[in-house]
C-alpha cells in the first residue's frame, strides 16, 4: 500500500515571499501520478499542480512548481510570490497507476500573512 | 461546463439511521470517486465507480456502499450510522485520472 507523508502540520510565510511544502511517499511501483491539491476555507479541493513519474522535467503552473525527486519520492511544491488568497490546507497526493484511488498526505495548513 | 455538485451540503442524524448523500459529476467524465475527510485528516479513500461498475475499494466496512447511474452522478449509502462517521465526505470526478480529479464543495455529516 501507499503512503504520502507531509512532515510540516502547519506553515506562514509573507506576502510575496516564497514557501516550500513537503511531501514523500512510499510505493513500489513505477508509474504513476503526483498532484497537490488546495482545500481553502470553503473545503472544495482544488488542483494546484501535477506530475507525471515518467517525466522528468518538474512540473509548472504559473507561481507553482515542484521539485520531484523520484529516487528519494520526494515531491515538494514551490510557491513563489505568495498572495493572501494562498491560505488554505495544501495536501499531496499520490495515485497509482491504476488510477482508481488518490492516496492523500495529512496537509500542510499554510498562512500568507500580509 | 459545471463542476461537480455535491447535495446536501450539511446533514445531522442520528446513530443507527440510514443516510444518502449525491452527487453530480463534471460534464464529460465518467468516473467518480468518495472520500471521507476527517476533521483535521486528510481525505480517506472510500470507494470508485467507472461507468456504473465499482472499480476499487478503500478500508471501509460494507455498510458504506454506492451506486453510479447512466448519467454518471452518483449516491453513496451509509447504513447504520456510527458517531465516527461523523466527517466531510468528498466527491470527486475524473475523465483520465493522470489529469487530477475535480471535487465537489462535500457533504458535511454529523452523527448525533
Known amino acids: 500500500a501507499q503512503t504520502v507523508t507531509q512532515s510540516q502540520p502547519e506553515m506562514s510565510v509573507q506576502e510575496a515571499e516564497t514557501v516550500t511544502l513537503s511531501c514523500t511517499y512510499d510505493t513500489s511501483e513505477n508509474n504513476y501520478y503526483l498532484f497537490w491539491y488546495k482545500q481553502p476555507p470553503s473545503r472544495q479541493m482544488i488542483l494546484v499542480i501535477r506530475?507525471?513519474?515518467?517525466?522528468?522535467q518538474n512540473a509548472t503552473e504559473n507561481r507553482f512548481s515542484v521539485n520531484f525527486q523520484k529516487a528519494a519520492k520526494s515531491f515538494s511544491l514551490k510557491i513563489s510570490d505568495s498572495q493572501l488568497g494562498d491560505t488554505a490546507m495544501y495536501f499531496c497526493?499520490?495515485?497509482?497507476?491504476?488510477?482508481?484511488?488518490?492516496?492523500f498526505g495529512g496537509g500542510t495548513r499554510l498562512m500568507v500573512k500580509p | 461546463e459545471t463542476g461537480v455538485t455535491q447535495s446536501p451540503t450539511h446533514l445531522i442524524k442520528t446513530r443507527g439511521q440510514q443516510v444518502t448523500l449525491r452527487c453530480s459529476s463534471q460534464?464529460?467524465?465518467?468516473?467518480v470517486s468518495w472520500y471521507q475527510q476527517a476533521l483535521g485528516q486528510g481525505p480517506q479513500f472510500i470507494f470508485q465507480?467507472?461507468?456504473?461498475?465499482?472499480?476499487g475499494r478503500g478500508n471501509f466496512p460494507p455498510r458504506f456502499s454506492g451506486l453510479q447511474f447512466p448519467n454518471y452522478s452518483s449516491e453513496l449509502n451509509v447504513n447504520a450510522l456510527e458517531l465516527d462517521d461523523s466527517a466531510l465526505y468528498l466527491c470527486?470526478?475524473?475523465?483520465?485520472?493522470?489529469?487530477?480529479?475535480?471535487f465537489g464543495s462535500g457533504t458535511r455529516l454529523t452523527v448525533v
Open positions: 460534464s464529460g467524465h465518467n468516473t
Open positions: 506530475q507525471e513519474a515518467y517525466k522528468q
Open positions: 465507480y467507472y461507468r456504473e461498475e465499482e472499480n
Open positions: 470527486a470526478s475524473s475523465l483520465w485520472q493522470r489529469y487530477g480529479y475535480t
Open positions: 497526493a499520490f495515485n497509482n497507476n491504476a488510477g482508481n484511488m488518490l492516496t
